[in-house]
Each structure stands twice: as structure tokens, then as C-alpha cells.
């Protein structure tokens, strides 16, 4: 079955920059999606088709893709950015979603 | 305002069948594009798409599940119900329904809005 592979966790410091990559075969074809988890809650989502932000999520989250590689960014990290991110996607054939492993983000 | 509630048991026994209901506002699923999804998380874990049932009534399961789970929807009461066979320990888990609109300006697998997730135990 298709996989997204994420790094299990990323640690900046304050004021960093952090970024988080999820690799997938099929993300060529298919639109990512990010999406912050704090704990006790529901996952919101941060960064859709790859690279645009919904309305209400700060300028500091960014996304973009290379090839089989998207990359969430953000700058000049803030203790309330610590949390988990999971990326998401379609299979090729675009009948299956599936979520990456997911990211802890750690300010130290 | 759109909203999702996941209702069900907390607690099932190993071998028991659980259902659970997602009862949606603020949209109708028999307007074209508009889905549900069911998607898990273990404690400690990370989430996992379960099934999704769209305004056309199709329906798309976990490839890994698929034998154990039916997914189906009540139009005119704005409810969708999972039905998970053959419960077990490693299914414990939070258990989130949210919405995908596949015309929707964020984009045709987007989960954009989900529900607060009910927690689900399984042991005898």
C-alpha cells in the first residue's frame, strides 16, 4: 500500500527556522496537505495543494514540492508551533488517502 | 458554520462488532463533491484513513481494513455511520470523522473540517 514518509521528529530553537519533509512516489500526481496536531485536539489544517495557506494560519507556514519530496516551512519558529505535523495525500490513483507518520516539532 | 460530532460507545469488548455515527452540520452530503471520512489515531500515534463515502453514495475503504469496516450515510438525518467488525485491542483509538469537498478551493483531498474524535477502548 502507498506510504508518506516523514522524519519521526525536527527541534529548533525559538526564532528558527523549521522544516519538515514528507516523501511520497505518487506526489508528483497528487496535491499534499499539512495539518498541525496539538495535544487533546482534532489535527487543523495548516498548508493545502502543496504550498497555499487557509485563511486564519500565520504567514510563518509555507509549503512547497520537489519531484517526490514536499516540504513544510516555518519561520521564525514559535513555542506555539510545538506540535505534531502529519502530512496527507492521495494515492496515484486518486481513490485512497493516506497520512504520513507524522512529525513532532520541538522549541527548545 | 460547519461542524462534525463523532458519537459511539467508549468502551467494546474483543470480538464485538462498533459503531460509531458522525452527525455533520452546516452542509449536505447530496450536494456534489461533499464526502466523509473516518480517519483513527492510537494513543501515541499517528492517524489512519479508515473509509470515506461521498455525495454519490461510492464508497472507499482502507486497503488494510477494508474487510472489517462498512461506511454508509443517512442523507436527510446529516449522519454517517462506521461499522467495524471484529473489534480488538490495537483498535483502540481516537476516532475522528471530517469533511472533504472535492471542489472545494483547498483542494479535492483536503480534510478541512473534523470533528473533535471519540475515544474508543477496546478490552474485556
Known amino acids: 500500500s502507498y506510504e508518506l514518509t516523514q522524519p519521526p521528529s525536527v527541534s529548533v530553537s525559538p526564532g528558527q527556522t523549521a522544516r519538515i519533509t514528507c516523501s511520497g512516489d505518487a506526489l508528483p500526481k497528487q496535491y499534499a496537505y499539512w495539518y498541525q496536531q496539538k495535544p487533546g485536539q482534532a489535527p487543523v489544517l495548516v498548508i493545502y495543494?502543496?504550498?497555499e495557506r487557509p485563511s486564519g494560519i500565520p504567514e510563518r507556514f509555507s509549503g512547497s514540492s520537489s519531484g517526490t519530496t514536499v516540504t513544510l516551512t516555518i519561520s521564525g519558529v514559535q513555542a506555539e508551533d510545538e506540535a505534531d505535523y502529519y502530512c496527507q495525500s492521495a494515492d496515484s490513483s486518486g481513490t485512497y488517502e493516506v497520512f504520513g507518520g507524522g512529525t513532532k516539532l520541538t522549541v527548545l | 458554520q460547519v461542524t462534525l460530532r463523532e458519537s459511539g460507545p467508549a468502551l467494546v469488548k474483543p470480538t464485538q462488532t462498533l459503531t460509531l455515527t458522525c452527525t455533520f452540520s452546516?452542509?449536505?452530503?447530496?450536494?456534489?463533491?461533499?464526502?466523509v471520512s473516518w480517519v483513527r489515531q492510537p494513543p501515541g500515534k499517528a492517524l489512519e484513513w479508515l473509509a470515506l463515502?461521498?455525495?454519490?453514495?461510492?464508497?472507499y475503504y482502507s486497503t488494510s481494513l477494508k474487510t472489517r469496516l462498512t461506511i454508509s450515510k443517512d442523507t436527510s438525518k446529516n449522519q454517517v455511520v462506521l461499522t467495524m467488525t471484529n473489534m480488538d485491542p490495537v483498535d483502540t483509538a481516537t476516532y475522528y470523522c471530517a469533511r472533504i469537498h472535492r471542489e472545494s478551493i483547498v483542494g479535492p483531498d483536503a480534510f478541512d473540517i473534523w470533528g473533535q474524535g471519540t475515544m474508543v477502548t477496546v478490552s474485556s
Open positions: 463515502i461521498d455525495w454519490d453514495d461510492d464508497k
Open positions: 452546516g452542509f449536505s452530503l447530496s450536494t456534489s463533491g461533499m464526502c
Open positions: 495543494k502543496d504550498s
